[in-house]
T-cell receptor, first 115, second 115 residues
Framework: AQSVTQPDIHITVSEGASLELRCNYSYGATPYLFWYVQSPGQGLQLLLKYFSGDTLVQGIKGFEAEFKRSQSSFNLRKPSVHWSDAAEYFC?????????????FGSGTRLSIRP | NAGVTQTPKFRVLKTGQSMTLLCAQD?????MYWYRQDPGMGLRLIHYSVGEGTTAKGEVPDGYNVSRLKKQNFLLGLESAAPSQTSVYFC??????????????FGPGTRLTVL
């Protein structure tokens, strides 16, 4: 069965520092992968998604993620974080390729920013 | 264009009481979803609908019922609330395309407490 693991529950980085959030997935074929962000008291917003092609995916708000099949990973990165990036981040994998497929979410990583 | 809205934003129930959560979307989306979010567990799919008049069970459907009488609305019902249903509930919608092409849009959530 498909699954997503986010090994870091909570990460704190200094403003201006680089960021990498880890995500590992379990899927038998080429996965469809997503990163979502949830600001406090808000719903989820899609940051970026990977389906095929270039393994480095660019998203909104200056985020990028790299798909590494050999490591079953889809880590999220940002070269320089801003205080407004403080939020919870969810990695997710689709259960299939059709329109009826569902998305399975990881447990999330909470990001705090140190001034 | 309000996107996805949820009513109410907060609710406190006593064990055994019933209530209905309303999700409305104005994007003419075919697919709608109800998730619950619990600390350390990410989002889990309760029920979903692939079109007006259709519903299907997700990962954690027990204790919940849903209805999709109108395309723009998706109702989540709790017939006899239990403390285990204390959670934040999110509704999402997406258009009828492949999972690779369409983003799920999330509402702001409903925080439910069952005493």
């Amino acid at each position: 069965a498909q699954s997503v693991t986010q090994p870091d529950i909570h990460i704190t980085v200094s403003e201006g520092a680089s960021l990498e959030l880890r995500c590992n997935y379990s899927y038998g074929a080429t996965p469809y992968l997503f990163w979502y962000v949830q600001s406090p008291g808000q719903g989820l917003q899609l940051l970026l998604k990977y389906f095929s092609g270039d393994t480095l995916v660019q998203g909104i708000k200056g985020f990028e993620a790299e798909f590494k099949r050999s490591q079953s990973s889809f880590n999220l990165r940002k070269p320089s974080v801003h205080w407004s990036d403080a939020a919870e981040y969810f990695c997710a994998v689709a259960t299939g390729y059709s329109s009826a497929s569902k998305i399975i979410f990881g447990s999330g990583t909470r990001l705090s920013i140190r001034p | 264009n309000a996107g996805v809205t949820q009513t109410p934003k907060f609710r406190v129930l006593k064990t055994g009481q019933s209530m209905t959560l309303l999700c409305a979307q104005d994007m003419n989306h075919e697919y709608m979803y109800w998730y619950r979010q619990d600390p350390g567990m990410g989002l889990r799919l309760i029920h979903y609908s692939v079109g007006e008049g259709t519903t299907a069970k997700g990962e954690v459907p027990d204790g919940y019922n849903v209805s999709r009488l109108k395309k723009q609305n998706f109702l989540l019902g709790l017939e006899s609330a239990a403390p285990s249903q204390t959670s934040v509930y999110f509704c999402a919608s997406k258009s009828q395309g492949g999972v690779s092409t369409d983003t799920q849009y999330f509402g702001p959530g409903t925080r439910l407490t069952v005493l």
